[in-house]
């Protein structure tokens, strides 16, 4: 995807300068990651992996943008404007300065093959390269350390920066002038400078070279893992650029898949709805595998799995938790960082997130769907087995178990509990697709028990979710849980998960009462009842994906192919979108960028998408 930053563009995201905001462009490895804004600056970035330290958190230091990032800048500078190159997650910016002159900044960190291994390392690497006249470069980079707490403590040598962070540190290994960087000089570029922050290891080669061989093999990484995906014929380049944001939201040291790579930016503006993202939820997970299933990304799936079984294996046959660390942990214990504002000063900045305390029902279903996926499909290096089967059952005896009784729900209400319908839909969904693996397994006794379950669940839900409004009891609507008649966008997912077909009159008339209640213009809410915090005040991306699925599946294409075209006008330049959008002023909030949304993107090009076979 090429595009310019436009400052008058709708999709801008507040351009004063000096004041954050999402026109951010993701980088990474699957190791570490990070965000750069519009004018190259490094305002984001996590070590020694997506939830460590964020030593560059300018993004949520509110107006002190001078420390926490990485920012390279031309005396004079007047524009600047960015792309991906093609089919990578190499970031190029142009910088323009007054006087004609110009330079580029290629921005990745290294992901390529070596030594029979995946080479991934705690590593940022960006080039810098004149390209018009004869600009004149300074360089501010100033990393913090404990979240904000201070500036890394710094040392050097002749061609080497060392900055300390506490447990953690970190070398600049670079051909540049050090004392220049050291004490934030402009200097004249008058060639390739190249930088490597990275491991606190002397580095080994010729900076220039090996930081080009870098981006060589990184570069085509990414084109050969581009080239394997199944993509729809239109719509390409956003599905694309979806993908890669998503294979980078997994941590493949052990492929968890984190819902988003930030943490605390506001779902509104000075709602205090600020949540720590950076882990790894079951929910989220299952989406995104699914999503990337369609496009034929098996890497991603095979290794989520892998970080799955050591989840069940961890508990036992008990109560599965809704979300976990990347390394699997289980205590994600919610703290304030004091030492940072916040998203344009919008606090509190949380580390941690009490929802792992949470019953949510809903993940052994989640736990499932995907897992069942290893027992059919060929193409998998590792084929589930008997064992496999064994252990899967035991999510599904908690999700037979738990079928009808309350929960938080998938929006993890902090305040109160009922039995929400999409968490019994999903035990349904569990114990249905155990019934399908064990006819597919030749296990007739285990096919029949897990039948009967799902039967029960589905008679169950049809008998407490309904709301009946009609004196035949036909006409009505869903609830959004067994002890209430309010709508939740999530019922839209019962046709998503095969326990209704489009066709069914009371997913018909659940779809016109949840348009008619939740939809905003071209956007749709979660739910509109009141929450902990209040009424929600801003549009969840990936409902409004649901609907325009809704939509699809009603024969409303014309009406779903409008509303995908609007939603995409709203990404940001970097082709991402995060949690939320003010379905007023356009505006997106949110943590970023965010999973279901980009899995929204991927999964209504697909179903909207024109047919290969009309250019083949």
């Given amino acids: ?68 990032v990485w920012r390279f800048e031309l005396e004079g500078q007047t524009s600047s404007t960015q792309r991906y190159e093609r089919n990578t997650a190499i970031l190029i910016t142009r910088l323009e300065a007054d006087d004609g002159s110009a330079a580029e900044i290629y921005d990745f960190c290294p ?63 670079t051909d540049a002038p050090v004392g220049y960087i050291l004490e934030g000089r402009s200097f004249r570029l008058e060639s390739d400078q190249h930088f490597f922050l990275g491991p606190d290891e002397p ?51 052990t492929g968890a898949i984190v819902a988003a790579l930030t943490t605390s930016i506001p779902e509104a503006a000075h709602s205090e709805r600020n949540w720590d993202y950076r882990f790894c939820w079951i929910r989220d997970s299952y989406y ?74 809903d993940c052994y279903g989640q736990i499932v769907l995907p897992t069942v996926q290893g027992f059919f499909d060929s193409r998998m290096l590792r084929m589930a087995d008997e064992g496999d089967f064994e252990s899967l059952e035991q999510v599904g005896e908690m999700a037979w178990a738990m079928h009808d ?65 009609g004196e035949g009891g036909d006409e009505g609507h869903y609830g959004a849980s067994f002890e209430s008649d309010y709508l939740d966008a999530s019922l839209l997912q019962m046709v998503e998960l095969r326990f209704l077909s489009p066709d069914n009159p009371r997913f018909q008339s659940t779809f016109a009462a949840i348009e008619k209640e939740l939809r905003r213009g071209d956007h749709m809410l979660r739910y509109a009842k009141e929450d902990d915090f209040g009424a929600p005040e801003t549009a969840f991306n990936v409902c409004t994906f649901w609907l325009i699925e809704a939509l699809h599946l009603a024969g409303r294409d014309d009406e779903a192919r409008t509303l995908f075209e609007t939603m995409l006008s709203h990404r940001t330049q970097s082709g991402m979108l995060s949690e939320d959008l003010d379905y007023k002023t356009d505006e997106l909030w949110g943590n970023f960028p965010q999973t279901y949304s980009l899995v929204g993107v991927i999964n209504c090009a697909g179903l909207l998408s024109k047919s290969w076979s009309e250019v083949r």
């Avoid at 954050?20 to 490895?29: A, K, Q, T, V, Y």
């Avoid at 190791?31 to 996590?46: F, R």
């Avoid at 942990?329 to 009490?354: C, D, W």
């Fill in 111 to 173: 992901r390529f093959e070596r030594s029979g291994r995946m080479y991934r390392p705690v590593a940022y690497t960006r080039i810098v390269r004149p390209v018009a006249g004869t600009p004149r470069l300074k360089t501010n980079l100033r990393p913090k350390q404990n979240y904000g707490a201070q500036l890394a403590e710094t040392n050097h040598g002749t061609n080497h920066i060392r900055y300390v962070m506490g447990a953690q540190t970190m070398r600049l290994s």
């Fill in 288 to 361: 995104t595998v699914q999503a990337l299933n369609r496009l034929g990304a098996l890497d991603v799936l095979e290794k989520y799995l892998a970080y799955l079984r050591n989840i069940v294996d961890g508990a036992k046959g008990g109560q599965i938790q809704p979300l976990y660390s990347v390394m699997g942990e289980s205590e994600l214990n919610e703290v304030t960082a004091a030492h940072l504002a916040g998203y344009r000063g919008m606090g509190p900045v949380r580390r941690g997130n009490a929802a792992y305390k949470q019953i949510q029902h």
């Fill in 1 to 68: 995807m090429t595009r310019t930053l436009d400052t008058n563009s709708k999709n801008t995201q507040n351009p004063e300068p000096n004041i954050p905001n999402l026109e951010l462009w993701p980088i990474g490895n699957c190791q570490i990651s990070g965000l750069i804004d519009k004018a190259a600056g490094l305002v984001w970035g996590c070590v020694p992996r997506v939830d460590g330290d964020p030593v560059f958190c300018a993004l949520l230091n509110g107006d002190a943008q001078n420390a926490g």
């Fill in 203 to 253: 580095f080994v080669g010729n900076v220039r070279s090996e930081v080009r061989r870098m981006e060589a093999q990184t570069a085509k990484y990414w084109k050969h893992w581009t080239r394997g995906l199944h993509i729809p014929l239109e719509w390409q380049d956003e599905v694309i650029r979806c993908a890669i944001a998503l294979k980078l939201c997994q941590h493949e040291e």
């Fill in 405 to 469: 009784q309350p929960d938080a729900g998938l929006w993890e209400f902090r305040t109160r509990e009922e039995v929400h319908t999409y968490s019994a839909v999903m035990s349904w969904a569990a114990c249905d697709r155990l019934a399908n693996v064990a006819e597919h397994i030749g296990k007739a006794e285990r096919a029949k028990l897990w039948r009967v379950r799902a039967d029960k669940v589905c008679a169950k839900i049809e008998a407490e979710a309904w709301v009946s409004t």
